[in-house]
């Protein structure tokens, strides 16, 4: 599984498209794909996160805690 890209690279992404720049240009500048741009885009403005989410653990089974 690949790791998470840095918080800078995400905060320089995040700031350009904040500033005016489209999710395309802000991909090309930094070196990042589109999606992911727009994700971390997308998180910031709705969550205030710049931070990956937590990666592994169970994704599919829908037991309970406990």
Request: proline content about 6%.
């Given at each position: 599984?690949?790791?998470?890209?840095?918080?800078?690279?995400?905060?320089?992404?995040?700031a350009?498209?904040?500033?005016?720049?489209?999710?395309?240009?802000?991909?090309?500048?930094?070196?990042v794909?589109?999606?992911?741009?727009?994700?971390?885009?997308?998180?910031?403005?709705?969550?205030?996160?710049?931070?990956?989410?937590?990666?592994?653990?169970?994704?599919?089974?829908?037991?309970?805690?406990?």
């Amino acid at each position: 599984m690949p790791s998470p890209l840095s918080a800078d690279l995400r905060e320089r992404v995040v700031a350009a498209v904040m500033a005016g720049a489209s999710c395309h240009r802000a991909a090309a500048r930094f070196g990042v794909s589109v999606s992911s741009a727009s994700r971390w885009s997308e998180r910031f403005r709705h969550e205030g996160q710049l931070a990956s989410k937590p990666m592994g653990g169970d994704h599919t089974s829908k037991r309970m805690p406990g």
